[in-house]
């Protein structure tokens, strides 16, 4: 795999993925990850050496798909609208959300790379979304609808989150999508389930059916 170089995140991110499409909204372009492309390939032991977080971001996640489809068939939910795209990944549900007719998209990631990513996604799109880099837990809720898509993998990370997506459920639409994780909040009002396809490389089984719940907001 190449390191960085001069080419920064931009030439890292295209010469390991591939620009593919979404499973279930083939219309919006993405970079990933796939069998021939060598981020596939590389090992978690490469990719620590390198200082290099998981590639979350080169996949697209069943929360994010599942995301991006009600979006695509619910375009009322986004529109004219404040969105966030939280802990965003590749981006997908946030370009879904700008393609919908969104006033303003917000895409939040920790990691550089998926932030280079996002854009890169974003422009390959025509759509114009504004990353912010940097963990926003904690910031005040200044958007409408805010999208979670698969966020409660990890209890260090649930913990660390509901609490703050449940104050703002107070002002905005916080949804979650859940492929079944084993943290994920037990509550809300379900908006949709999905049957999403999957690689075995990522998950147990071909398929997993996401769960859309509006989040409650802390009494």
């Known amino acids: 795999m190449p390191e960085f170089g001069g080419r920064g995140f931009a030439g890292f991110i295209r010469a390991n993925t591939a620009l593919g499409a979404s499973r ?29 977080a ?6 697209a996640w069943p929360g994010s798909e599942a995301l991006a489809r009600h979006i695509t068939d619910h375009p009322e ?7 966030l795209d939280f802990a965003a990944g590749c981006g ?4 879904a959300a700008r393609r919908a007719g969104a006033a303003q998209v917000d895409a939040a990631e920790i990691d550089p790379l998926a932030g280079a990513a996002i854009s ?4 390959e799109n025509g759509l114009a979304v504004n990353v912010l880099q940097g963990d926003i837990v904690g910031a005040d809720c200044r958007w409408d609808v805010i999208l979670c898509g698969d966020v409660c ?8 989150i509901l609490p703050w997506l449940r104050r703002c459920a107070a002002a905005a639409v916080v949804v979650i999508a859940d492929p079944g ?4 909040p037990d509550e809300g009002e379900l908006l949709a389930r999905y049957e999403v396809p999957t690689s075995l490389a990522l998950e147990d089984s071909c398929s997993r059916q996401v ?9």
Request: proline share 8%; net charge positive; charged share 15%.
């Open 24 to 52: 279930l909204v083939p219309g919006i372009k993405i970079y990933l990850a796939c069998e021939i492309t060598p981020l596939w390939q590389a090992s978690e032991e490469f990719l620590q050496h390198h200082g290099m």
């Open 54 to 59: 998981p590639p979350f971001w080169a996949f």
């Open 77 to 83: 939910l986004v529109r004219g609208l404040r969105v």
């Open 92 to 95: 997908l549900a946030a370009l």
């Open 120 to 123: 890169l996604n974003a422009a």
């Open 153 to 160: 993998y990890e209890a260090p990370m649930t913990r660390h």
């Open 181 to 184: 994780r084993k943290y994920a």
């Open 211 to 219: 769960k859309l719940f509006r989040l409650l907001a802390t009494p």
